[in-house]
């Protein structure tokens, strides 16, 4: 648990047992596949955004664990269907769901755990919460495939790299902070703010994520260094490497993601350092960080609103 966890720790206790509770399903294999992720843990962030950005905003009742809830299972459906499009066997240091039950169950689970979160959504109540939860995994759902369809094409530019993780990975977080501003009854101007603050933390998130497949280390990652070069994915630290490095060190970048090909990992580590593609992209991922806090001006200077601070700078000072 870190440090912005314990300022909504009663919170997200609940949002952990509501979890649990909305898991139940006659099918045992639903269940076991739930429980399984669910204690795999995960830093949560999603969720944590919905509960920081409706206590900064001063909300005291009860929806915003439910909605906290629908946030991880979104997110938890979308991981189920990534590992399987990836072929990935390990997440946060442990077996994929594929990888232990196989490809089939990872997937209608992940399609379970959607339907329940719409479930959930229609109990709440609330169309503008549904509109922007429907939007925002429509929208997922279109990165997903447009990261697939850029897979093995070393021709991708830095900005339809940006646009993809836009769409797979910020969207949700702007959604999470955007709903607890609709429950909460933000001003115009709070609502666009903590979008904004949702949309620049994923943005970072994603890039440090990016940076720390080149720079990280399996234990630590709980995931296998260099498994976007495996799968061919052109994130921006190979994109800019490309771009500042020689044509031989370009081209050996660009065979290894056409094929996706791993072998070549320490030349290629050793291309994306020199060129300064790391910094590159945690330079890029700063920014936005600080984007994040600019948004955070609207909000009353509480407990919850410095939280979100400290979740800015975690999102750039991260190792997993």
Not at 24 to 32: A, K, R
Not at 240 to 262: N, T, V, Y
Request: proline fraction near 2%; charged fraction near 20%.
């Amino acid at each position: 648990m870190l440090p912005f966890h314990d300022t909504v720790k009663e919170d997200f206790a609940a949002v952990n047992q509501l979890i649990i509770d909305q898991l139940h399903s006659d099918v045992e294999l639903v269940e076991s596949i739930g429980h399984y992720l669910v204690e795999a843990g995960g830093k949560r962030l999603r969720p944590l955004m919905v509960l920081l950005s409706a206590r900064a905003l001063n909300y005291t009742g009860e929806q915003h664990l439910n909605l906290a809830a629908i946030i991880e299972f979104i997110h938890t459906a979308t991981l189920l269907h990534d590992d399987v499009v990836d072929m990935s066997n390990l997440r946060r240091g442990k077996l994929t769901a594929n990888a232990q039950w196989g490809n089939a169950p990872s997937v209608l689970v992940g399609d379970f755990l959607y339907s329940r979160a719409f479930q959930m959504m229609v109990a709440i109540g609330n169309m503008e919460v549904m509109a922007i939860l429907s939007n925002a995994t429509n929208i997922i759902s279109e990165g997903e495939v447009q990261q697939l369809v850029n897979a093995k094409n070393p021709d991708i530019g830095e900005a339809e790299y940006l646009t993809v993780i836009d769409k797979k990975t910020a969207v949700l977080f702007a959604a999470a902070c955007e709903i607890a501003a609709v429950l909460s009854g933000a001003t115009p101007e709070q609502r666009r703010a903590l979008r904004a603050y949702g949309h620049h933390i994923g943005m970072a998130f994603q890039l440090v994520d990016d940076a720390l497949d080149y720079t990280g280390d399996a234990a630590t990652l709980g995931k296998n260094v260099g498994d976007d070069l495996a799968e061919g994915k052109p994130t921006l630290p190979l994109i800019h490497a490309m771009s500042k490095g020689s044509s031989d060190q370009s081209e050996l970048i660009a065979q290894a993601i056409r094929a996706g090909d791993a072998s070549q990992l320490e030349a290629i580590l050793e291309v994306v350092t020199t060129t300064g593609a790391i910094t590159y992209t945690l330079d890029c991922a700063r920014e936005h960080v600080s984007e994040a806090k600019k948004q955070l001006d609207t909000l009353m200077d509480n407990r919850y609103s410095q939280a979100m601070v400290q979740v800015a700078e975690f999102a750039l000072a991260r190792q997993y």
